[in-house]
């Protein structure tokens, strides 16, 4: 489950990462969203693929793969997405030529929501939307992911940890 690779950064032998740093947080859970949030474009792209590629003149065929390319392009987008839970932060990164991200401190969640479409159910994979009082990421969703009731707990579980280090407590 856990899935960390090495970014670079890292301490030399005998010195200790500040608390805090980039250099102490260790990757809790990373994964990223299931190929079934696009399943409308595959569908779509089959049918209007199959059509000249079985109906048309030879010359005509080739345009059965512009579908298909969009399709792919669709699916290289989804595979760049990358969801990742560190002792403390929740990071959302994404982009096929500009990578981006968004961050939450795990201090900062309110409340997370499980949801689960027919669709992700019958393939195995959840919604947990993370609500925060972040004012520049004040909601990010991990969408498609397998076994989000469990990854649901282990944030809350997390923040609760977080709370308790930063001796910070939620007001309502």
């Not at 990578?99 to 499980?114: A, F, I, K």
């Not at 993370?130 to 469990?150: F, G, H, N, P, Q």
Request: hydrophobic fraction near 40%; charged fraction near 25%; charge should be neutral.
């Amino acid at each position: 489950m856990n899935d960390s690779s090495d970014d670079g950064t890292h301490i030399p032998a005998g010195r200790k990462a500040a608390p805090g740093t980039v250099e102490d947080e260790q990757i809790i859970w990373s994964a990223g969203p299931g190929q079934v949030v696009n399943l409308h474009v595959y569908l779509i792209a089959a049918i209007v693929a199959g059509i000249p590629g079985v109906y048309a003149p030879w010359p005509w065929a080739g345009v059965a793969l512009v579908p298909v390319a969009i399709a792919g392009f669709y699916a290289w987008s989804v595979q760049s997405i990358r969801y990742a839970l560190t002792n403390e932060r929740l990071r959302k990164t994404w982009g096929i030529l500009t990578r981006r991200g968004e961050e939450v401190e795990l201090y900062r969640v309110e409340d997370t929501n499980p949801t689960a479409p027919l669709l992700y159910r019958l393939c195995g994979r959840g919604n947990v939307e993370v609500l925060s009082t972040d004012r520049s990421a004040d909601s990010l969703t991990l969408r498609a992911i397998k076994d989000y009731e469990t990854v649901r707990n282990t944030i809350r579980d997390r923040v609760e940890a977080m709370r308790r280090a930063k001796g910070v407590r939620l007001v309502e």
